[in-house]
């Protein structure tokens, strides 16, 4: 599998935000403001995974072979390129941006990623793509495993039945006809569930993650947390001027 860089901005060299958390916890929104209030890249690697799901699905590969997952993923092209609400995602340079939010694919991306042959291999593409700095990266092991010295860790969580409803909103506004809300939230619950316990690499907030739990906050007060959370950890990280390498 490869993946392409998107190009950097100018602004924020060096700097790594990390974002962290359940499904639907609002980490896309999250990292997408940060980006745009700091100049920042925004690289959504969730997407990466639905990308790859999505690949195995047209395949009809079972989603429990490793093995077979493993070699596709060799001969599998993935790129992320900038857009104006969200990034483009490029499976073999077919456009998939609206394809890959399917709850279908959703589902089967968090089946895919329990394999650590997969998350070797989605981890090693995430560290190329923000190895120079400048990014806000979210997804479910950012803090912990791809960038454990990122300059700012959030892990941003909510009520499960608070997730269900906002990913039932956000499927309708999207044009789909989203399943009930009862239904969403059992799928996840069953993915926190596979998230938090799956043997590599398991969904959990970094020793130095800042906890923002989003439950009773409007979408305004979610971002201007955030963005007080990053403002705070890069002026003391101003005070030292040390650089954060990731390993």
């Known amino acids: 599998m490869t993946a392409e860089p998107m190009r950097k901005p100018d602004s924020g060299a060096g700097i790594i935000v990390a974002i962290d958390g359940p ?12 980006a ?3 100049g920042l890249l925004n690289l959504e690697t969730g997407a990466m995974y639905r990308a790859f799901a999505l690949r195995a699905l ?6 429990d072979r490793a093995g077979a997952l493993e ?50 291999w ?9 190895a120079q700095g400048g990014v806000v990266m979210e997804g479910r092991d950012i803090g912990t495993v ?15 039945e608070v997730r269900g409803q906002r990913r039932y909103q956000q499927l309708g506004r999207n044009g789909a006809m989203p399943p009930p809300a009862d239904e969403i939230v059992r799928d996840l619950r069953a993915r ?14 970094a020793a130095d993650a800042v906890l923002l739990d989003s439950t009773n ?8 947390a955030a963005v007080q959370i990053v403002a705070r950890r890069l002026a003391a990280a101003d005070s030292t001027s040390a650089p954060v390498t990731p390993k």
């Open 23 to 34: 499904a639907g916890a609002g980490k896309s929104t999250i990292a997408r403001e940060l």
């Open 36 to 38: 745009r209030h700091f």
């Open 58 to 63: 047209r395949k009809g590969l079972p989603l």
């Open 71 to 120: 070699t596709l993923a060799a001969e599998t092209s993935i790129r992320l390129e900038p857009g104006d609400e969200e990034n483009r995602v490029l499976l073999d340079g077919e456009d998939v941006t609206g394809l890959i939010r399917n709850p279908m694919v959703t589902d089967a991306a968090s089946r895919v990623s329990v394999f650590p042959a997969i998350r070797a």
């Open 122 to 130: 989605m981890v090693s593409l995430q560290q190329q793509l923000g």
């Open 146 to 160: 791809v960038f454990p010295h990122a300059n700012v860790k959030i892990f941003l969580d909510a009520a499960p």
């Open 192 to 205: 926190d569930d596979r998230d938090r316990n799956r043997a590599d690499s398991p969904l959990k907030p």
């Open 217 to 224: 906050l409007s979408l305004d007060e979610v971002v201007a």
